[in-house]
């Protein structure tokens, strides 16, 4: 502080828009139910507020090396922030931490397989199978020509 | 100006306080997963902020050890968790 007052509010401004992101990704945390809306709610504060913190130090000493390792925290933040928040969506929709009522569409929904991948649909997971109705209809898996391997192959060949 | 300083102090607390709630009462695994990264946002951003209200650059290189290494144990947590049972 004891700057001008047009750089105090500055810091301030910034410090305080960084607050209010890392105050949402927390009441996000507690108030979603599911693993995916958790996930929506915590990515805001590790890019945003990050780059709104480290501009408001730059803004505060200019100097050359504080520049630098700006420049470079947030470089490494925005590298491996979608990473983790990529591996973590992945893991809980291969072990099916999510509610798929809630999904309007969802595109790898009986597709695994077409991954090369061994794990079954969530819906396999989830007890009391309410899906919504797709908004696109699409054919239905089991009548798939593409996929000669499928599982439920057997009752296709009747047709 | 001490109130707003006080408003801001009180949402970052706030915040870490939310995550520590998740990473106790969560779930799944994920979701404590989760908690942590915020948390380790959460405690990047306060760091970051008392730096630019001091004018100081003191703990910049610790906000870089951050920002690189925050990935390595959600990454290992999720990548070895598909093969688990229920935690």
């Given at each position: 502080?004891?700057?001008e007052?047009?750089?105090?509010?500055?810091?301030?401004?910034l410090?305080?828009?960084?607050?209010v992101?890392?105050?949402?990704?927390?009441?996000?945390l507690?108030?979603?139910?599911?693993?995916?809306?958790?996930?929506?709610?915590?990515?805001?504060?590790?890019?945003?507020g990050?780059?709104?913190?480290?501009?408001?130090?730059?803004?505060?000493?200019?100097?050359?090396?504080?520049?630098?390792?700006?420049?470079?925290i947030?470089?490494?933040?925005?590298?491996?922030a979608?990473?983790?928040?990529?591996?973590?969506?992945?893991?809980?929709y291969?072990?099916?931490?999510?509610r798929?009522?809630?999904?309007?569409?969802?595109?790898?929904?009986?597709?695994n397989?077409l991954?090369?991948?061994?794990?079954?649909?969530?819906e396999?997971?989830?007890?009391g199978?309410?899906?919504?109705?797709?908004?696109?209809q699409?054919?239905?898996?089991?009548?798939?020509?593409?996929?000669?391997?499928?599982?439920?192959?057997?009752?296709?060949?009747?047709? | 100006?001490?109130?707003?300083?006080g408003?801001?102090?009180?949402m970052?607390?706030?915040?870490?306080?939310?995550a520590?709630?998740r990473?106790?009462?969560?779930p799944?695994?994920?979701?404590r997963?989760?908690?942590?990264?915020?948390?380790?946002?959460?405690?990047?951003?306060?760091m970051g902020?008392?730096?630019?209200i001091?004018?100081?650059?003191?703990?910049?290189?610790?906000m870089?050890?951050?920002?690189?290494f925050?990935?390595v144990g959600?990454?290992?947590?999720?990548?070895?968790?598909?093969?688990q049972?229920?935690?």
């Amino acid at each position: 502080m004891t700057g001008e007052w047009w750089r105090d509010a500055l810091t301030i401004a910034l410090v305080f828009a960084a607050a209010v992101l890392c105050l949402a990704a927390g009441v996000g945390l507690l108030r979603f139910s599911d693993v995916l809306a958790r996930l929506h709610a915590a990515t805001k504060p590790q890019v945003l507020g990050v780059i709104l913190v480290v501009a408001d130090v730059i803004f505060s000493t200019p100097t050359i090396g504080t520049i630098t390792l700006g420049f470079s925290i947030i470089l490494f933040q925005a590298l491996t922030a979608p990473i983790s928040a990529h591996m973590v969506g992945r893991a809980a929709y291969r072990t099916g931490k999510f509610r798929s009522d809630v999904l309007f569409r969802d595109e790898l929904r009986g597709r695994n397989h077409l991954l090369g991948l061994d794990y079954p649909d969530p819906e396999d997971y989830v007890s009391g199978n309410t899906v919504a109705t797709p908004l696109v209809q699409e054919a239905p898996v089991e009548h798939d020509p593409v996929v000669p391997n499928h599982e439920q192959t057997p009752g296709d060949t009747a047709r | 100006m001490t109130i707003i300083l006080g408003i801001i102090i009180a949402m970052f607390g706030v915040s870490a306080l939310c995550a520590v709630y998740r990473i106790v009462r969560g779930p799944s695994l994920l979701d404590r997963v989760i908690a942590s990264d915020v948390l380790v946002a959460t405690a990047m951003c306060a760091m970051g902020a008392e730096m630019a209200i001091n004018r100081h650059t003191n703990t910049l290189p610790v906000m870089l050890v951050l920002a690189m290494f925050a990935i390595v144990g959600s990454v290992s947590v999720a990548r070895f968790m598909s093969n688990q049972a229920e935690a």
